[in-house]
């Protein structure tokens, strides 16, 4: 009698989060809002620069979360068409703006599961906060604008990435090298 050996896969997947603080925004005017400040011209060249940077380390992004005012759009639009990403795998999260660490960790635990790469762009100093709390050995002081953070964890859902151990791959900025 002839036996068949099935070869199960292991269950769990690797998840990806890349975190950006939005690009250097103008000043505040006193005629736009915070909401409403855009990048300058020197944050319109990091974000290019950094974007056609991180498709060397991260070849694609499942989804974007963004934070709907108006400098993160624009950051996280330099992202996605870096990444050849389409429009539908961009979302603009009320929440993200100006979100503390715990408000950046709740909205990730909503992403669905079959999300394997994931990046979130918002403000400090939440973002900051946030990176700080996910690995025990690794510390920034102060996340610059466009900054780039990437970890992984080896988990099949985003409920569990916060508390499943992770690795770090890389942190980036414009002026590092």
């Known amino acids: 009698m002839l036996g068949f050996f099935y070869f199960t896969p292991n269950s769990s997947k690797m998840k990806t989060l890349i975190i950006i603080r939005h690009a250097k925004s103008n000043d505040a005017k006193m005629n736009a809002t915070d909401f409403e400040r855009s990048l300058s011209d ?3 060249s990091d974000a ?4 056609e940077n991180l498709l060397f380390k991260i070849p694609s992004i499942d989804l974007i979360l963004s ?7 624009q950051t996280a639009e330099y992202f996605r068409k870096a990444l050849n990403c389409s429009t539908e795998k961009i979302k603009y999260l009320a929440g993200l703006y100006l979100a503390e660490s715990e408000k950046i ?3 990730i635990t909503l992403v669905e599961k079959d999300i394997d790469s994931l990046m979130v762009v918002c403000h ?3 973002v900051t906060d946030f990176i700080n709390s996910l690995i025990p050995n690794v510390r920034i002081d102060n996340m610059p604008t466009c900054g780039i953070f990437c970890a992984t964890a080896e988990t099949d859902n985003w409920v569990e990435f916060k508390t499943t151990e992770k690795t770090f791959l890389f942190f980036d900025y414009p002026g590092k090298n």
Not at 48 to 51: E, G, K, P
Not at 67 to 73: D, G
């Open 42 to 44: 020197r944050g319109k």
């Open 67 to 73: 934070s709907p005012a108006l400098r993160t759009k």
């Open 124 to 126: 400090n100093p939440g």
């Open 48 to 51: 290019l620069v950094a974007s």
């Open 105 to 107: 960790e709740a909205l």
